[in-house]
């Protein structure tokens, strides 16, 4: 079964400074990769997806990230934060059952934007 | 076009009873998965419908089931409430979960039923 590690809990950042939040996955023969950012007291809305093709993948808000698979690493990348994207951020991978699909989740680093 | 529905948004309930919360797909999405998030353990699977039929099953008691309509709308129930059933109940609506040319579609979640168990 496949598993998620983001490897920072929590990250503090100055406003209009650079971020990455980091987030390693269990290696598998294909995978597919995600991130979903999740504001107080929401669901979670996607960021971007990697399914295949170009390794780097821009999403939403600015957000870009980097799949690369010799590393098995999957980092969320943004050249200069917002104090709007205070907020949890989930990387995530699918995994493949009997056909059907799920998401394994890491356990969320909270991305704290301070002016 | 309408997202994913989730109601009650928030909900209280006692030791032993027993909760239904409701999830509403984007219309056309024949595919509702169920995740729970709580502090300790995360974002965790709970289970997937397609055609009103489970095919994934995530590692929870039997306590835990859930249903889907004919129109796409799912249901999942607790019984017998524990405390560490608090938690937020995550809905996610997808065409479907898989193919074998496109591969995954991802999710479209909704904002979550907060429960709470007292």
């Known amino acids: 079964a496949q598993s998620v590690t983001q490897l920072d809990s929590q990250v503090p950042v100055f406003e209009e400074a650079p971020v990455e939040l980091r987030c390693n996955y269990s290696?598998?023969?294909?995978?597919?990769l995600f991130w979903y950012v999740q504001y107080p007291n929401q669901g979670l809305q996607l960021l971007l997806k990697?399914?295949?093709?170009?390794?780097l993948v821009k999403g939403i808000n600015g957000f870009e990230a980097e799949f690369n698979k010799s590393q098995t690493s999957f980092h969320l990348r943004k050249p200069s934060v917002h104090i709007s994207d205070t907020a949890e951020y989930f990387c995530?991978?699918?995994?493949?059952?009997?056909?059907?699909?799920?998401?394994?989740f890491g356990q969320g680093t909270r991305l704290t934007i301070n002016p | 076009k309408a997202g994913v529905t989730q109601t009650p948004r928030y909900l209280i309930k006692t030791r032993g009873q027993q909760v239904t919360l409701s999830c509403s797909p984007i219309?056309?999405?024949?595919?509702v998965s169920w995740y729970q998030q709580t502090p300790g353990q995360g974002l965790q699977f709970l289970f997937e419908y397609f055609s009103e039929t489970q095919r994934n099953k995530g590692n929870f008691p039997g306590r835990f089931s859930g249903r889907q309509f004919s129109n796409s709308r799912s249901e999942m129930n607790v019984s017998t409430l524990e405390l560490g059933d608090s938690a937020l109940y995550l809905c996610?609506?997808?065409?479907?979960?898989?193919?074998?040319?496109?591969?995954?579609?991802?999710?479209?979640f909704g904002s979550g039923t907060r429960l709470t168990v007292v």
């Open positions: 990697y399914l295949s093709g170009s390794t």
């Open positions: 996610a609506s997808s065409i479907t979960t898989w193919d074998s040319v496109r591969g995954f579609y991802g999710y479209t």
């Open positions: 995530a991978v699918s995994d493949l059952y009997e056909g059907a699909q799920k998401l394994v």
């Open positions: 290696s598998s023969v294909s995978v597919y």
């Open positions: 219309s056309g999405h024949r595919s």
